[in-house]
């Protein structure tokens, strides 16, 4: 068998794992088969006509005359945990850790120096972990695309992202990106006094023309389309509008932030999206005196697009904050959800009476819809019959 590291609890009674936890064991070099009588050194010493299986690291490397009998050799627990490398001896360093331009730490492969290795040369898994780490999705990217979105990120230096921004694949923005500094500093303001800070200074910006003329100059007609019927059509939970001061961001760690947390149903509703919502927020800051919007990754939305970029989820929430500024400005929550359409779940979970909808059964608009349907049946079918007589 070969050699392997054996873990011998200081106490017999303990078992091996247990003593691991507690760091009471000690490390001996034994055979695969953690038998006793085969953990000794000269079980598996090569010898010189008939060399057996096994490795024995401090052996091996006093004979490379890398270490003198009087210096301090590792042990076997040193490089059973690995803390010096077992054909060196030496201590094993840690890789370093990547940092981008701002010294934040990023997911290890977000830089790579592409004056030593050509884009061209680098592997396309590479590429893909590289744009990720930058916030590009490349899901229906082919090489070609891949090389010239990388050239072009390089031309205007973007940056990679702090890995405690990305959650998982697709450069997917993690909302955590704003939190508490702690449980007690949780402050979530509901109900009117919400609304009384969305009336307030730190939304201001949202009633300059300009800036709403801005933000949405950047979106196509279907998409503005779609902010606005998020607004009409009752995609937003009036109830569920939450603020709060009191959030901080790592990115920004001496700013103040005012966000504002919706909940908004998605632009597709149909079998399967019953109850399904999309968590939204707005976030606020104060530059020179004014509060303005902050984009990605501060405001975004839980949506594929939204974690990246502009969707129609915050297009419509910001509507949804310009309309309860300027056209219900004296309206009470209360007053206002009778105002604004009603949450679209709420509404699609309530039972409606079919007849409503549909004429009853066997009733006389029943009998009257069927007849005028059989009527228009037979007289296509006479036409048809009378086209191809007409033919012969």
Known sequence: HASAYIVVPDDPDVAPKDALKL???????????????????????PEENNPKLGYVPHLQIREGHIYDAHST?????????????????????????QLNKCGQEVTPGAIINFHKQPIKFVPTRKL??????????????????????????????VGALPAFVLRGGGA???????????????DWMKGDIALSEIRGEKCSCVDNKDFMIEVFSNTHNAKRKRC??????????????KVSSNLKSKLMPTENF??????????????????????????????????ILVPTPYSLCACPVGVLNSCAHRGGGLLLVWAI?????????????????PDIHSVASQLQMIHYIYPAPYSL???????????????????DETDINDET
């Open 23 to 45: 760091g009471e064991y000690t490390i001996e070099l034994g055979s695969m088969t953690t038998l006793a009588d085969q953990r000794s050194e000269e079980f598996y010493t």
């Open 73 to 97: 050799m590792p042990t076997h627990r040193d490089f059973f945990r690995m803390d010096a490398y077992v054909r060196t001896g030496k201590p094993l360093l840690s890789v370093p850790k």
């Open 128 to 157: 893909e972990l590289w744009l990720s780490c930058r916030g590009m999705s490349t899901g229906d990217m082919d090489r070609t695309q891949m090389e010239g979105m990388v050239d072009r990120l390089l031309q205007n230096e």
């Open 172 to 186: 997917y923005v993690a909302t955590c990106i704003l939190e508490f500094d702690d449980e007690e500093a949780v």
């Open 228 to 241: 606005l019927k998020h607004l009409k059509s009752g995609s937003f939970d009036l109830l569920d509008i």
């Open 258 to 291: 005012f966000v504002i947390e919706f909940s908004c149903a998605p632009s597709q509703k149909g079998l399967g999206s019953e109850g399904k919502v999309y968590s939204l927020r707005l976030s606020f800051r104060e530059v020179d005196g004014r509060w």
């Open 325 to 341: 500024r300027n056209c219900f400005a004296g309206s009470e929550l209360s007053e206002l959800c009778k105002l604004l359409p």
């Open 365 to 383: 608009d029943c009998c009257i819809e069927y007849k005028i349907k059989r009527e228009a049946k037979s007289k296509i079918q006479s036409d």
